[in-house]
């Protein structure tokens, strides 16, 4: 079977998996009233400061972040795969594992989209938005690709210790969005810092974001959709490797069980 059937396969498995996990009435009422809450809760900081520009700064910033959640959701799904006891014979197949669990949590990407498009038609006319929202689901599609790919790689380190992998998915996805220029512009932190920004996903693509609904496709916009892609593009690679790594590691010491 070949990896796009497998991808495939597995994508099918997800979405049924993600379908049981919800009812559209604990969806609709559970999870985005607490979605809708939090990027509410962000944007609210700019009545605190009596700032229309933070507002929109902020709305748009989290309304970006939801994708990005989303996107590096697959880190912790994929460590409880072990819990559940498929690790082992994904390790005794002699395909690589990455086009399983490439599949099985991306679903994830379509659901970040619809998601922070619908935030941001709840909560845009209330908020003053006037720009270019057309734009947008292009644009999140473009942050959930970029960030799906360190999503794979933070499964691929959180497999081996599962118990970790919400720890991490918390760690690395709010540090994101602490730098990444969610909040506030990330020119307000070291150099160091900013540098660090620039080669993790959200940062460019958020700046994209920004732009496109502001004044549409331009050169920058899209030379800061590409950037995304090429990081994501990154870490998808060093997912690969790890992935490869993990699996070949555990045929040879025989250390992969069916608990952790």
Known sequence: MS???VTA??????FEDTKAQYTWASWMFGWMVRATAQVLFFAAMGLLLDSPALIMFAFIGNVAAMPALHGMAVGPDTAWERGLGTLPLLVAAPRSMLPVFAGRSSFYIAQGVGEGTLIFALLAPFLGFDGQWWWLPPALLVVSLGSYGLGLFLAACAIRRPRIGNILFNIVFWGIVAIGGVNVPSEVFPQWVQTLADFLPLHHGLLGVRSVLESGPSVEAMRQFGLE????????LAALVAFKTFAESGRRDGTIDLVE
């Open 9 to 14: 396969h597995a994508a099918l498995v997800g």
């Open 229 to 236: 892609l090429a990081i994501g593009a990154g870490w998808f």
């Open 3 to 5: 990896a796009l059937r």
